[in-house]
């Protein structure tokens, strides 16, 4: 190993062309000898710059459609080579081995392939093998080789081969390596992961990968540091989102703008607009409306105190009227599908109001994994994107739901998949009015909604809280009749829960006995 290292002769071969003209045009200055293959070889010379073809200086042409080309001892030779090991440099002697001592490869686009929805055959082609081995070569040698497999390191290889007389110091190899190291590794993990949905099973080992996307300030508190890092899986949402204003996100607003957004991509902007307020990873009022600020009151008037500082996520791009509405109190961050030009000048006069839009709504059907680290290991499920139609409920009472009612406990339902356990919502007219969440007993939380909506009552001057002719949802089973007669006092008509519970009829003879209506999932929305 030498701390400063010089760069003659320099190998690239790249999917992503991006600034390889000027990086390579820079290094010929340098008197840099470029070697290349297939593509690459043909945008540098196209740009008028030398290049020696790697098929010339293994003696083997590219063969099998590309798929071998740089596997060969007299590349790999070249890199690996300890360059103050005097077998080493007798070997390469020996061999016809000439060092290489920057190798610039970004790989074949595996997690893009993936993400258009390529058949499985076009998905295997563009897992790349050369690459990856040519990566991991260098960066073990990175005592002499620099690697560079990011973009956005060519500028900083440039500025030290400025800065040291064509050398590179070894610091930056070092980081270079580890950065490269970690982009093999988040291939391979794209490839596994693909793989084990292909084959159905559960893998005997689990990776997870992600590329910085932005370093935070702090975590969930400022003594916890901090990063977000995106899969590259697409879609729209808050990783993929444009920022326009506004300070830089923290970790509690990404965490509660992606709660948002999950929830509102739930309800089809085709039907209604709608709008869901986020505090601490949970609605605090959900709501479709005529228009989108209607929808947006009629969310706020749930639970005013706890929007203050809220997140508000819409399923239609924002428009002046809904942002004005918006700016009547102090609001983190709205994200939605697009935002007219009044809007943005609304929000513009807010330069604290962060806005974000997407190119679309979250698929809330799209298959994918939940992932919480626990000590000593991961706990891994599916997402849940569990859903019920009408036609899947089982009415248990012996009064049928109204028409009006099976459209609020359809609703109800939706949003307790996104209500922390145990959740209990009640919805009236397609607005919640009483959110209840993440209480050790259910029955609190059917106390605590029923008791926000007395007070909301109250702060709106209103005779009565709207609990009274709602319906409720809770997402597990009631395990007795006490929060279902709760919910009943609170003015409940008809409630949706799973079912499954050992007094199943002890708590529908009491939804009988109060005159409700009662239907059963069959399927549980726990969500911890």
């Known amino acids: 190993m030498t701390d400063i290292a010089p760069l003659r002769r320099a190998l690239l071969s790249v999917s992503d062309k991006t600034g390889l003209v000027e990086f390579g045009t820079a290094l010929a200055a340098r008197g840099v000898e470029l070697l290349s293959t297939g593509g690459t070889a043909k945008v540098l010379r196209a740009a008028g710059l030398e290049v020696r073809d790697v098929a010339e200086v293994t003696g083997f042409p590219e063969m099998m459609d590309g798929r071998v080309k740089t596997l060969h001892p007299v590349v790999h030779g070249g890199l690996l080579a300890l360059r103050d090991n005097a077998d080493h440099v007798a070997a390469m002697e020996t061999h016809g081995i000439g060092a290489i001592d920057l190798v610039v490869v970004n790989l074949y686009p595996f997690e893009e392939t993936v993400a258009k929805g390529a058949e499985y055959a076009e998905v295997i082609e563009n897992i790349d093998i050369g690459g990856p081995a040519m990566i991991r070569s260098a960066a073990k040698n990175h005592g002499f080789v620099t690697v560079v497999v990011d973009v956005e390191d060519y500028d900083a290889v440039l500025a030290e081969l400025e800065a040291n007389d064509g050398q590179t110091a070894y610091a930056l190899r070092q980081r270079l390596a580890q950065t490269a190291y970690a982009r093999t590794a988040a291939y391979d993990t794209a490839v596994s992961t693909w793989m084990a949905a292909q084959v159905g099973e559960t893998p005997r080992r689990r990776t997870f990968g992600g590329t910085l996307a932005q370093s935070l300030r702090y975590g969930e508190n400022p003594h916890q540091q901090a990063a977000f890092y995106t899969d590259g899986s697409g879609g729209a949402g808050v990783a993929t989102a444009t920022q326009h204003q506004g300070k830089e996100l923290s970790y509690n607003n990404i965490n509660d703008t992606d709660a948002a957004f999950e929830l509102v991509s739930e309800f089809d902007p085709a039907n209604s607009p709608a709008c869901a307020i986020i505090k601490h990873a949970n609605p605090c009022g959900v709501a479709r409306g005529a228009t989108l600020k209607e929808a947006y009151s009629r969310a706020f008037d749930c639970d005013r105190t706890s929007a203050f500082g809220g997140i508000i996520a819409l399923n239609q791009p924002l428009d002046a009227e809904t942002a004005q509405e918006i700016t009547g109190i102090f609001t983190e961050v709205v994200i939605a599908p697009g935002a007219d030009a009044g809007a943005m000048d609304i929000f513009g006069q807010k330069k604290n109001l962060r806005l974000l839009t997407t190119d679309g709504l979250a698929d809330p059907r799209a298959v994918g994994l939940a992932v919480r680290q626990v000590s ?25 739901p109204t028409e009006l009612e099976m459209a609020d406990l359809l609703f109800a339902w939706t949003v307790a998949k996104h209500v922390k356990s145990n959740a209990i919502i009640y919805v009236k007219d397609g607005a919640t009015v009483g959110v209840g969440a993440g209480q050790m007993s259910r029955v609190d939380s059917t106390r605590i909604a029923a008791r926000k909506a007395q007070d909301m009552a109250e702060a709106m001057g209103l005779p009565a809280p709207l609990t009274q002719g709602s319906v409720v949802a809770s997402d597990a089973f009631f395990p007795f009749a006490d929060g279902l007669i709760t919910a009943a006092e609170a003015g409940a008509t008809a409630l949706i829960q799973p079912g499954g519970s050992m007094r199943d009829d002890e708590v529908i003879a009491a939804a009988d006995e109060a005159g409700l209506a009662m239907v059963f999932t069959s399927m549980r929305h726990f969500r911890h």
Do not use: N
Request: proline fraction near 0%.
């Open 376 to 400: 000593g290991g991961y706990l891994v499920q599916d997402k849940d994107v569990g859903h019920v139609s009408a036609d899947d409920l089982k009415v248990v009472t012996k009064r049928q």
